[in-house]
């Protein structure tokens, strides 16, 4: 039996939620143990201010029980979210997993897929387009990264709020991907196969690009418990526990 390749996103990670970290522990400790690979889509944790972060007890905890499926031989990709976009070197040290790209296109039993964590698609939210863009600048990442721990958290907390207050304000339809940018994308990368988290709409949505048929697949957030895509030679599955 060939081992599946399993795919995971917006855990939202926080010690505000000890039953989806007990869940993502449970997961690591049974399913992600027979992966071929883990791909963590981004929003891997509710909030990232840093790698000198990886001091609180959750993250070190969090860092650890990667780093031991890393050494039992299941190599793990992370791709930022818009939450976690300053994981970096030293949480890659602490846990063995690899950053990647967004987008990043692997070969995924033999068909080329589209990995992306899902923001970048929403492009009718311009306000939040111009956010991004900002945040990912190096000046900008610098200069948060040059204050104290404690002001960076304070800080993402306040842009929490603030984001869950223009969230109440945009329509369903601002914040869920773009269909031209969907088809954008896959065209670009020449996939028949997109997988993204971000917008917590968990689906698989077929689609046709090229004249092909291709899917795009949603994964699903980590609020009520665990779910993953679990991908084989046979197709991918929605899994949940
Ligand atoms: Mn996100």
């Known amino acids: 039996m060939q081992r599946p390749t399993l795919f995971i996103a917006d855990l939202h990670l926080t010690p505000e939620r000890p039953q989806i970290n007990a869940a993502f522990f ?38 650890a029980a990667l780093k031991r499926l890393a050494q039992a031989g299941v190599p793990i990709h992370v791709m930022h979210g818009n939450r976690d976009f300053l994981l970096a070197e030293a949480f890659c040290q602490a846990s063995g997993a690899t950053l990647m790209a967004d987008p990043s296109i692997i070969e995924l039993n033999g068909e080329k897929t589209l990995l992306m964590h899902g923001d970048t698609l929403c492009t009718d939210d311009v306000a939040y387009q111009a956010f991004r863009s900002q945040t990912r600048e190096p000046n900008w990442q610098a200069a948060f990264l040059a204050k104290p721990l404690g002001e960076r958290l304070a800080l993402a907390g306040a842009l929490r709020t603030q984001s869950e207050q223009t969230k109440a304000d945009k329509t369903p339809e601002i914040m869920d991907v773009h269909p031209k940018a ?39 957030a980590w609020y009520e418990g665990a779910g993953w895509l679990q991908c084989d030679a046979t197709g991918c599955q929605m899994k949940h526990s």
Do not use: K, M
């Open 26 to 63: 449970a997961f690591l400790a049974g399913p992600a143990t027979q992966a071929q690979a883990l791909y963590i889509l981004g929003d891997f944790f509710e909030a990232w201010v840093g790698d000198d972060d990886l001091a609180h007890p959750l993250h070190a905890q969090v860092a």
């Open 182 to 220: 969907v088809n954008q994308a896959l065209h670009q990368a020449g996939c028949r196969r997109l997988i993204h988290g971000h917008t917590h709409r968990p689906a698989r949505h077929p689609l046709e690009i090229d004249g092909h048929s291709a899917e795009r697949w949603v994964l699903p």
